[in-house]
């Protein structure tokens, strides 16, 4: 063991961005110059600086104050100098755990030269915990005058992140206060969008820009000489499937900032919390759009449905889209071992697993849903094609016809829930009052209030639900005008695609198969994207001009 006297003597040097605010007499410089000379004149010997620039104190992850750490717990050190309480760290609690525990455990000496402090002279250390209590409290109060600035500036518009994510960079004229699209990045953002349309999966993506070696944003943004939030990684191509995830979640991308998309739990934690959507700000229209507001919709939709592998690892298109008539439910995509292709089919995932009694079986081989889809299709879109102003005025008489029957149904079964609503609220009240007067008992009061809660809870979520469905039916007008732009991109669709499927189709229906005849007949209704189910009469009557 090192006799005390050929231990090392630890200058520790820190300062902070605030630091710097406040003037030179906190320099690294001028406190390495004040300590070297205080060791000197004290006679200590094997001087060594630790010197972190650019470290707060409330966090001890510092570089220098890690290594010294380890020296001290080495027993390499016998004295440990700073220029007061504050270099040491801003929270009481864990100063105080290396001042009173670990460095009397290692028999180091400890001195703060401007706080008075010398661990030698035990009397003149009494007020040394009350320094570090305000050494945290100037922490604390700087934190919240950060965290009311940055309200403020969230509040008004500005940008809270300090770089802007992949796909964008600091406008040059503007740094502060606008972003500009960055073209290289923006054609990978475009590519994940399309890829997602096609039906690929974070993983699946991120497995194909490793291969077409795209460097991952770190390694670009590196590349700029824009600061990184992580080291080089070891391989430049290495994306993620979260960070993926993370670009096809990222509303900036339709041109919207997005604030107080996260926050902190404490000024002592460094930890990020994410914020619900309901508690984030959005500010629309704020810098030029990478992804447009159909395509960004749409792979939120996907997005939802995660489609995975069968057991054979093959996958549908369908997978995700495809849904029972009766029941609403998902049909399960079934492959058989031996890769046969054409007995790949659907099945109604009720009647798998509840039985038929619940609902029949709807089954439909996956091939044949694939032509059935790609004729109606194409019926659709020649028909947008050669008749677009009698599709439309088809479509408006259809929905002016049927869509008031049911929007008037819709706002009535609204009214009606609100009105239960408010009756459950006067029930509860009367049982309370039971309760209280002994009417009944306190078992009996909790379960009609559990069953009034149960029931106002399913009404509000109907509620939710009505709203967004009438909200959706008023627009439908313009929905049309939606459809007809999409389908107008497929006038020559030779082959269904995952991305062509994705775009124009939200849903379809399979019906049960009807044998009645001596063959086996079976309807499937498909709900294209804007304006829902076209029935086949429709479209007949639009070609044969009985519409006009």
């Known amino acids: 063991m090192k006799r005390q006297s050929d231990k090392i ?22 406190q390495r110059a004040i300590l070297k000379r205080f060791a000197q004149d004290q006679g200590f010997r094997n001087i060594q600086f630790f ?27 016998g004295v440990l100098i700073a220029k007061d309480m504050s270099r040491i760290g801003r929270n009481y609690l864990e100063v105080g755990i290396y001042t009173e525990v670990l460095f009397p455990e290692h028999n180091v000496r400890f001195i703060a030269v401007n706080s008075g402090v010398d661990s030698a002279n ?45 796909g964008y960079m600091k406008d040059p004229d503007n740094p502060k206060r606008h972003w500009i699209i960055d073209d290289e990045a923006a054609i990978v953002v475009r590519q994940i969008f399309a890829w997602c349309m096609e039906g690929f999966g974070p993983s699946q993506i991120a497995k194909k820009l490793k291969e077409a070696k795209v460097d991952c944003p770190t390694v670009h943004w590196m590349k700029m000489g824009r600061n990184a939030p992580a080291k080089t990684p070891d391989n430049p191509y290495d994306w993620a499937p979260r960070t993926i995830s993370g670009i096809l979640e990222k509303q900036e991308y339709l041109g919207h900032m997005v604030n107080f998309k996260t926050r902190k739990q404490s000024y002592k934690s460094k930890k990020k919390i ?53 029941c609403k439910e998902k049909l399960y995509y079934c492959t058989s071992k031996n890769f046969e292709t054409r007995q790949d089919h659907f099945v109604c995932s009720t009647s798998r697993k509840k039985g038929t009694d619940v609902c029949d079986t709807h089954f439909i081989r996956a091939v044949v849903l694939e032509e059935g889809v790609l004729q109606h299709m194409r019926l659709v879109i020649s028909c947008v094609a050669s008749y677009e102003d009698k599709f ?3 479509l408006g008489a259809k929905r002016s016809a049927e869509a008031r029957k049911e929007l008037s149904a819709k706002k009535r079964t609204l009214q009606k829930s609100e009105n239960r609503i408010k009756e459950l609220d006067k029930l509860f009240k009367r049982i309370y009052e039971d309760m209280v007067g002994g009417v009944i008992s306190e078992a009996r009061f909790q379960m009609l209030a ?24 008023e627009d439908q007008v313009e929905n049309v005008d939606r459809f007809i732009q999409m389908a107008k991109k497929y006038l020559y669709l030779e082959k269904l695609t995952p991305a062509v499927l994705n775009d124009m189709v939200n849903a379809v229906y399979v019906h049960a198969p009807d044998k009645s005849s001596g063959h086996r007949i079976q309807d499937v ?22 519409t006009a």
């Open 274 to 326: 994410e914020n619900p959507p309901e508690a984030w700000k959005i500010f629309e229209n704020t810098h030029e759009a990478i992804i447009d507001a159909d395509t960004f919709e749409r792979v939120q939709e996907l997005r939802k449905n995660k489609r995975r592998p069968a057991r054979t690892g093959k996958s549908n298109m369908f997978s995700g889209i495809v849904r029972c008539a009766d």
């Open 51 to 77: 010197v972190d620039d650019g470290y707060s104190g409330a966090n001890f992850n510092r570089p220098d104050w890690q290594r010294m750490i380890s020296m001290v717990e080495n027993d390499q050190i």
């Open 450 to 473: 559990d069953s009034y809660e149960q029931e106002q809870e399913e009404l509000r979520e109907k509620i939710t639900m009505l709203e967004e469905e009438i909200q959706n039916q």
């Open 122 to 166: 035990q009397a003149d250390n009494d007020f040394t915990p009350f320094l570090n209590i305000i050494n945290e409290f100037y922490v604390k109060d700087s934190s919240k005058k950060v965290k009311a600035s940055m309200k403020q500036k969230g509040e008004s518009g500005e940008y809270l992140t300090t770089n802007p994510p992949y």
């Open 9 to 30: 003597t630890a200058i520790y040097c820190r300062l902070s961005r605030d630091d710097e605010q406040a003037g030179e007499s906190n320099s690294i410089v001028n």
């Open 525 to 546: 209704d498909i709900s294209y994207n804007y304006i829902g189910i076209l029935p086949a009469n429709l479209l007949y009557d639009i070609q044969n001009g009985e």
């Open 392 to 394: 439309r005025k088809a």
